[in-house]
């Protein structure tokens, strides 16, 4: 968290927000810029709306704040009466401002594009190439974001798996690596292209199951337990899964909240003997 976090907002506007925030600065640099006249040169200022808006809206959108705050800048030196004496110095001036906004331009859209790979790869849970832990958080927290808007059912599955510990004590943790990324991979295979899947710790494992419920959600939970089984088997690991399955009619507070709710059913599946599914619903 920076220390100004009204600074950090505005590297995470949505594009309608970044427009009419760049809009608002480049009108008032413009207004400053006329009260000033040729006594003070206001150029430097011009860069932090194409900057905003290059960051936050794209390339396109920063072409055209390069455009405006260069024409605008011309025709206020046409109408305070400072005409360039030559044509060619008017080139020049031209030039160079447009080179150095369309160079502030392209950084801060190449600078997005690096923030936007790395955060990406944070989110990734290097091992078995699903999201990690927060990547599957913040997925989540949106998902309930939108359903609390459409006012749809949303379910949690916790997959743990059982006896996870038996294959690395006698294939090591290579073995016990590979059983994690097949874990991974058939639940991304046996899932919705639309469900979330992610690792959220050890041999722990959740989806976010979209406006899924009843007999419907239990059949799906049913195909990927089998599919999870059916690996092991042809893998030849002697494990088998505890699964927790939450329902949430109305969206919970936090992805936090369902993720914890989903866990207690895991954990009263495993307390039951394991191999099983609980369910809870609100």
């Known amino acids: 968290m920076t220390r100004w976090p009204w600074v950090e907002r505005l590297f995470h506007l949505e594009r309608s927000s970044a427009l009419a925030a760049g809009s608002l600065a480049l009108a008032?640099?413009?207004?400053?810029?006329?009260?000033?006249g040729a006594q003070v040169t206001v150029t430097t200022l011009?860069?932090?709306?194409?900057?905003?808006?290059?960051?936050?809206?794209?390339?396109?959108?920063?072409?055209?704040?390069?455009?405006?705050?260069?024409?605008?800048?011309?025709?206020?030196a046409v109408m305070q009466g400072y005409?360039?004496?030559?044509?060619?110095?008017?080139?020049?001036?031209?030039?160079?401002?447009?080179?150095?906004?369309?160079?502030?331009?392209?950084?801060?859209?190449?600078?997005?594009?690096?923030?936007e790979r790395e955060?990406?790869?944070?989110?990734i849970d290097h091992l078995t190439g699903v999201v990690n832990r927060r990547g599957l958080h913040e997925a989540l927290d949106r998902e309930l974001r939108r359903h609390g808007r459409s006012e749809k059912p949303l379910c949690i599955a916790y997959f743990d798996c059982d006896d996870f510990k038996s294959v690395n004590d006698r294939g090591g943790h290579a073995e016990g690596?590979?059983?994690?990324?097949a874990i991974a991979s058939t639940l991304t295979r046996h899932v919705r292209t639309s469900d979330l899947v992610?690792?959220?710790?050890?041999?722990?494992f959740a989806s976010g199951l979209p406006e899924t419920r009843g007999d419907a959600l239990a059949t799906t939970i049913e195909k990927v337990r089998k599919a999870?089984?059916?690996?092991?088997?042809?893998?030849?690991w002697p494990v088998t899964f505890s699964i927790?399955?939450?329902?949430?009619?109305?969206?919970?507070?936090?992805?936090?909240?369902?993720?914890?709710?989903?866990?207690?059913?895991?954990?009263?599946?495993?307390?039951?003997?394991?191999?099983?599914?609980?369910?809870?619903g609100t």
Not at 198 to 204: A, F, K, L, M, Q
């Open 198 to 204: 992610g690792r959220v710790g050890g041999d722990e």
């Open 28 to 36: 008032g640099i413009i207004a400053l810029d006329a009260m000033t």
């Open 177 to 181: 690596d590979r059983l994690l990324q």
């Open 228 to 236: 999870l089984l059916s690996m092991c088997a042809h893998g030849g």
């Open 119 to 123: 955060r990406r790869i944070a989110r």
């Open 46 to 76: 011009y860069l932090l709306p194409i900057f905003l808006v290059g960051w936050n809206c794209g390339l396109r959108w920063g072409i055209v704040f390069v455009v405006v705050s260069i024409a605008s800048q011309d025709i206020l």
């Open 83 to 115: 005409p360039h004496s030559k044509l060619v110095y008017f080139l020049i001036t031209l030039a160079n401002r447009f080179v150095t906004y369309t160079v502030v331009l392209l950084l801060a859209w190449q600078l997005r594009i690096f923030h």
């Open 244 to 280: 927790g399955v939450a329902t949430f009619a109305v969206p919970p507070a936090s992805a936090e909240t369902a993720i914890a709710a989903a866990d207690e059913a895991m954990y009263r599946a495993k307390s039951a003997g394991k191999d099983q599914v609980a369910f809870s």
